[in-house]
Nanobody, 115 residues
Framework: QVQLVDSGGGWVQAGGSLRLSCAASRSIFSIRTMGWYRQAPGKQRELVASITSGRDTNYADSVRGRFAISRDNAKNTVYLQMNSLKPEDTAVYYC?????????WGQGTQVTVSS
């Protein structure tokens, strides 16, 4: 088992930046893919970005060019750098990893972008 703790959310004006962190309770070195998801009120949870153990990345079209995902295996942490934030980025952001066919989620961190 592994516990994930999401942090770094907050309130920011449009155009601003935030960096989210996802700290795992144990090594993520062997975890093939980790991702950040978000869920806005009344909407389904959606994939924002993912990163593999080989540092290959994937982004939703809506955030490509503005967000950057990274992982630090030595710190057991995955980051999401969010720049040029827009009001439509407002959501609860969750970290996820999958291991042995089981999904593990962080508790989520609220991001609010005002216009």
């Amino acid at each position: 088992q592994v516990q994930l703790v999401d942090s770094g959310g907050g309130w920011v004006q449009a155009g601003g930046s935030l960096r989210l962190s996802c700290a795992a309770s144990r090594s993520i070195f062997s975890i093939r893919t980790m991702g950040w998801y978000r869920q806005a009120p009344g909407k389904q949870r959606e994939l924002v970005a993912s990163i593999t153990s080989g540092r290959d990345t994937n982004y939703a079209d809506s955030v490509r060019g503005r967000f950057a995902i990274s992982r630090d295996n030595a710190k057991n942490t995955v980051y999401l750098q969010m720049n040029s934030l827009k009001p439509e980025d407002t959501a609860v952001y969750y970290c996820k990893l999958t291991e042995a066919f089981r999904d593990y989620w962080g508790q989520g961190t609220q991001v609010t972008v005002s216009s």
